[in-house]
Structure formats: structure tokens, C-alpha cells
């Protein structure tokens, strides 16, 4: 049996190769959604998913207003969280693929951080919810490890899902440094995430 410890150190993941270009990075400190900068260059492990699935990569949402936050919405952001996390086993990219930086649906029931945000992300746009509130966001956690979480716009913030919680929170709720997002407008595409100081973020240039 696998200790939670474990569990918890495989879920967590390196994400976009954290060591090439310069972006903004902000705590999570500031209220209600993310302030956003301009474009920014793509992690590493999305350009190539980008070249896998090309279909899913320019997509350009015709409504760009954030979704209704309602108890209902709520429930099934927690619902479908939940069913991801329980439904996926924690596993490192070199244990699946024999290298670092594999974004793919985790089909198999095996996956890392944003293998899990892929997945949310599929199963609550097939629900509904438009792909420009559903963001892959890369972050710092306080340990200084990367990591991937969704994104969920909402009129009432920004809400974060991840597969360290089944708790959905308000990006301001945690204690992670958010470095850059998708952008709401083109899937293809990616933003900054503004704060106070300057980071080193792998990633396509």
C-alpha cells in the first residue's frame, strides 16, 4: 500500500521545465480573479501536446464572460474534482513514458498534475462550461516545486482545482505563486499572471 506521503509527493509534479525565460509570478494574495499581463511563451510540455493535438490547440471561444457561480456549479466543479482525483493513480512522467514533460489524457488511469487538469478540463467543457473559463494555469508551490492546476473563471473569482485537494478553492486561498495561464481567448495561447517579482520559467520561446 502506497503511504499518503508517497501519494502525495507523486501527485506533485515539475511542470513546463521551471528553468529558461522570464515571466511575472504573483502570490496568491490579491481578491477576486488573477490579473493578467500579455502573452507569454507556452510550456514546453503544452507546445508538444499542441503538435499531438492540434484541433484542441486553436480553439477561440465565442463567449468570453466568466460562468455563473451558483451552488449547483459549485457541486460540480467539487463533483467532478473529486471523481478525477479518485479515478487517477499518481505517477511520475518517467514511470509512464520514460521522460519528463508528457502532457497527455491520463486514459489509462495513470497521470501527473497536468494530466489530472487535462482530464477536469475535458469532462466539465463536455458539461457545458466554455474553454475560456477553463484555464490550465503552472504555478509555484511554497516548496518551490512546479506543479498545474485548473483554472475555473467564475463572476465570483477565480477557483482553482487540483489534484493535491479535492477542495475546490479561490486562487487566493492558497499559498502557491501562479506564473502564467492559457489565455481566455485562444487555446494555443498563454498569459502572464502579474505580481511583485520575476521568475524563471521554462518554456517554448
Known sequence: MISSTVVRTLRSCAVA?????????????????????????????????????????SIRPNNLAPATMT???????????????????PMSDIDIYGKDEVWAYPDKGVGDCEDYVLKK???LNRTGVSLANLLITVLRKPDGEGHAVLTVRTDKGDYILDNLTDRVRRWDETDYI????????????????????????????
Not at 29 to 40: C, D, F, K, N, R
Not at 75 to 86: D, G, M, W, Y
Not at 182 to 193: E, H, L, Y
Request: glycine residues 10%.
Open 71 to 89: 451552488d449547483a456549479f459549485m457541486r460540480k466543479l467539487t463533483s467532478i474534482s473529486a471523481e478525477v482525483n479518485a479515478a487517477v493513480k
Open 178 to 205: 501562479f506564473l502564467k495561464r492559457q489565455a481566455i481567448d485562444n487555446t494555443g495561447r498563454w498569459v502572464s499572471i502579474r505580481g511583485g517579482q520575476q521568475v524563471l520559467v521554462g518554456a517554448v520561446q
Open 121 to 123: 478540463r475535458r469532462e
Open 17 to 57: 521545465g521551471l528553468a529558461i525565460s522570464g515571466c511575472w509570478a504573483v502570490p496568491a494574495s490579491a481578491a477576486g480573479a488573477m490579473a493578467t499581463g500579455g502573452l507569454t511563451s507556452q510550456p514546453i510540455g503544452h507546445y508538444d501536446f499542441c503538435r499531438t493535438n492540434p484541433d484542441e490547440c
